[in-house]
Structure formats: structure tokens, C-alpha cells
């Protein structure tokens, strides 16, 4: 993996641990969500004027942009009810840690890559480090905890959450490829907030005004970050594998982990340290591999 790509990743793994973090902390998850990607489709709507007249999109390219629409709406579907069911420190590492774990054998499988070994332990190194994150101890009945743990309802939610991320992103690393980056981010983000809208503006109606009110920053400031980071991805698709850009992409479980620790006081600091520190050496793998 390049050093630009790692960069690139390292930074948008930064910021979306931060709007996640902010997605969190807000009242109704899915109206929360709602107003950000409305926010976000009229921030990045003149960058969509200006890329759209050079851009040429094909039959192949239009399925793409629907199917990752969709996806994406499951996607925040998903995040939105893991947020309102359990914390940041569970739900977050369970929905990213489990693209890891789905997406190298789909892209072997569906998109033909090859992972070399570096990249592998790599990965391999990241998974553990997920579990790790887990722990409430490193007492022998702690190890059980993770594994009991994924009976929860937000645990079964975060899961969902990392089937549809390993989805698109399998999807969005042959969709970049056929049309811009720009443009197909800015019709996916479109796509996927007219489909959550019919839902949210006859379930959820009188809950929008009070959210607005509330946290009108946040939801401002992660409809800036919500497309800019997914966009940096993107790009990073277009110039490495998917696995390690995916496996990478996880580090924000550190940064996730700080979020909690220090400004939300949760416990088991150390266990996270560890689990922080292997999914740095797993990044540092695939940094090397080639």
C-alpha cells in the first residue's frame, strides 16, 4: 500500500470516527442522520454542477450508483439503530471491525484481488485487535465476553451495520472506477436520502424540529465530514486494494476508543490500549506489504 493511500485513509479514519462520535451524542439517531445527509446534498451540491458536465456515465455505471444507494441507506439504517440500542465503544468497533473480517474473502472472491502475506497478518492482526477492544479484563472468563456479547440487540445491529459496509465497499471499489468519485458519491448520498426520507418525514416528523435545535452544529458538521471523508475512500480505492484500504480504514476504532476513554469516561481503558496498539502494528503491515 502506497504512502499517499495510508495517509489518505489515516485522515478519513480521523474525521469519521469524530462524526460517528457526534452521531452518537445526538437525541433521535435516525432523524440525526436524516438532516446531515440533507445538509451534506446541498454543501456538495455545486461541486456535483461543476463535475457533472464532465462526466459520462454509463449503463454499468448507473446500476452502480443505484446499488451503492441503496446499500448506504441500509448502512445508515443500521448505524442509526445500533446507536440508539448500545455505546460507541461496542457498537462502533462490532459495525467497522466486521468489514475486515467480510471483505477480504468477497474480494477474492467476486473481484479476483490477491492478498499478499503482510497484508494478511495485517489484517488478521486488526481482527484481533477489534476483539481485544472488547475485554473487560484479561481474566480467562473476560475472553468469553466479545463472543457473548453478539447476542445483544445492538451487537446484532452493529453487525448489520458491517454487512452492508462490506457490501459497498466491494461495490463503490469497482462503482469509482466507472464513473468520478464526486459524482458518484454525491448521487449515492442523493439516492440514499430520498429512500430514508418517506420513513422519516411520516414516523419521524415531529422529532425534526427538536433535533435541529438541538444539536444544529453537529448535524452541520457532519454534513461537511459525511461526504469529504467517504470521498478521500474513494480515492483511495481508485490507487490500492480494497481489503487493505477497508482493514486500514479501521484504525478510527483507535480514535474511537480515545473518544470514549477520554471524553465519555468509559471504563476498561487498558484492554482498549492493547487493542489500539495491535490494530496499529495490523496498519503498519500492510503499510509494508506490497
Known amino acids: 500500500m ?4 495510508l495517509g489518505i485513509v489515516l485522515v478519513a479514519a480521523f474525521l469519521h470516527a469524530g462524526w460517528n462520535y457526534l452521531s452518537k451524542k445526538s437525541k433521535r439517531k435516525i432523524v440525526f442522520i436524516w438532516w446531515f445527509l440533507l445538509i451534506a446534498s ?10 457533472w458536465p464532465r462526466t459520462n456515465i454509463s449503463n454499468t455505471g448507473w446500476i452502480y450508483i443505484a446499488v451503492t ?8 439504517w443500521f448505524m442509526g439503530g445500533a446507536y440508539e440500542r448500545g455505546d460507541l465503544s461496542l457498537v462502533y468497533p462490532l459495525s467497522r471491525g466486521s468489514g475486515p473480517l467480510f471483505v477480504p474473502f468477497l474480494a477474492v472472491f467476486l473481484i479476483h484481488e490477491k492478498l499478499f502475506l503482510l497484508g494478511t497478518i495485517g489484517i488478521a492482526l ?13 481474566s480467562r472468563q473476560s475472553f468469553f465476553v466479545p463472543f457473548k456479547a453478539l447476542g445483544s440487540s445492538a451487537s446484532r445491529w452493529a453487525l ?3 454487512g452492508t459496509i462490506a457490501a459497498y465497499s466491494l461495490v463503490d471499489k469497482v462503482g469509482v472506477s466507472l464513473v468520478y468519485p464526486p459524482v458518484y458519491i454525491y448521487l449515492m448520498l442523493f439516492i440514499t436520502f430520498i429512500l430514508l426520507s418517506p420513513y422519516v418525514l411520516t414516523k419521524e416528523r ?3 424540529k427538536e433535533e435541529w435545535h438541538i444539536n444544529k452544529g453537529a448535524i452541520l458538521a457532519v454534513g461537511f465530514l459525511v461526504v469529504f471523508t467517504y470521498m478521500m475512500v474513494l480515492f483511495a480505492f481508485r490507487i490500492s486494494k480494497v481489503s487493505y484500504v477497508v482493514a486500514v480504514r479501521e484504525v478510527s476504532i483507535v480514535f474511537s476508543a480515545f473518544y470514549g476513554i477520554a471524553w465519555l469516561g468509559e471504563k476498561h481503558g487498558r484492554q482498549k490500549l492493547v487493542g ?6 495490523g496498519v503498519i503491515f500492510i503499510a509494508l506489504s506490497r
Open 2 to 5: 502506497s504512502g499517499l493511500a
Open 42 to 51: 446541498i454543501l456538495y451540491f455545486p461541486m456535483f454542477l461543476y463535475f
Open 69 to 76: 444507494g441503496v446499500l448506504h441507506a441500509l448502512y445508515f
Open 126 to 138: 486488526i481482527i484481533f485487535g477489534i476483539y481485544v477492544l472488547h475485554l473487560q479484563s484479561f
Open 160 to 162: 448489520y451495520t458491517g
Open 206 to 208: 415531529a422529532k425534526l
Open 276 to 281: 489500539a496498539t495491535l490494530i496499529a502494528l
